[in-house]
């Protein structure tokens, strides 16, 4: 090469960048699937809100049929049965149902607690966690049955601990916020599924859940009606404490 064609060369500027070409043999690694999500396995949250659903009306079949009448999973109607008791109505205890609400809101407290130390991390542990806190105590009061089905300290015993647990599990499906499942308390569900149905003029977008949630509810109380008439209140009791701790092994935290 000449000179002249050496220096033209020079000041002609640097070569264009090419673009480099799709690899047409890419190496099996070079783009690797997206890792599982840990939060996503295990049963969805509405199922497990669902189960819980049908194991409230199993608690609250307990607490009302065998414990003088006493709410431990529904406070609405804990409320309006100390208003009865204050009235001197027969059947009802002020002090039995005192002990439910203190007792409720104690859980409560708790589970609020426990929201602000893993409402950050982890949904699924957090899940577990609480429904394991409470298959322990529902656990522990079917034990109590069991040991000393008439005690007058038996009746104190299980409303505190089982309306503990609710509280403690209420705090906690409350936080989680999954819309339409309460576990406990149906008089908002009943109205939304009554005001947003097509029959209202709405979409009936939610029924389905609804629905589930009303007919939940009303097999555990069916269910537990059953078991305390016909086998006591430690059978009901425990078979709460074993469909909870099931779901405290297998609840995801996906909804």
Do not use: C, Q
């Not at 033209?8 to 999500?37: I, Y």
């Not at 609405?76 to 005192?98: C, E, I």
């Not at 499906?173 to 149906?186: A, F, H, I, S, W």
């Not at 509810?217 to 701790?245: D, R, T």
């Amino acid at each position: 090469m000449s000179a002249e064609e050496e220096e033209t060369k020079e000041t002609d500027g640097p070569e264009p960048t090419r673009t480099p070409g799709p690899n047409p043999h890419p190496h099996p690694d070079s783009d690797p699937a997206p890792a599982p999500d840990p939060e996503a396995r295990g049963l969805r949250l509405v199922i497990v809100l669902l189960a819980l659903t049908v194991v409230s009306g199993l608690i609250d079949a307990v607490s009302y049929l065998g414990l003088e009448h006493v709410f431990t999973a529904n406070m609405t109607g804990n409320v309006v049965v100390l208003g009865f008791a204050a009235a001197g109505a027969p059947g009802f205890s002020v002090s039995h149902t005192l002990t439910s609400l203190v007792a409720f809101l104690a859980g409560a407290v708790a589970g609020g607690r426990v929201a602000v130390r893993l409402g950050k991390g982890s949904r699924r542990n957090w899940a577990r966690l609480t429904l394991a806190a409470e298959a322990v105590l529902v656990g522990a009061a079917s034990v109590v049955a069991f040991a000393a089905p008439d005690a007058t300290a038996t009746v104190y015993t299980l409303i505190a601990v089982t309306a503990f647990a609710m509280g403690l599990r209420n705090a906690t499906v409350r936080k989680l916020g999954v819309p339409d499942l309460t576990t406990t308390v149906l008089t908002m569900t009943l109205t939304g599924l009554a005001s947003d149905s097509r029959a209202a003029g709405g979409t009936a977008h939610h029924s389905p859940r609804r629905t589930a949630s009303v007919i939940a509810m009303l097999a555990g109380a069916l269910l537990g009606a059953w078991l305390v008439l016909n086998h006591g209140l430690a059978i009901p009791l425990l078979i709460a404490a074993g469909v909870v701790g099931v779901l405290a092994v297998m609840a995801s935290g996906r909804e």
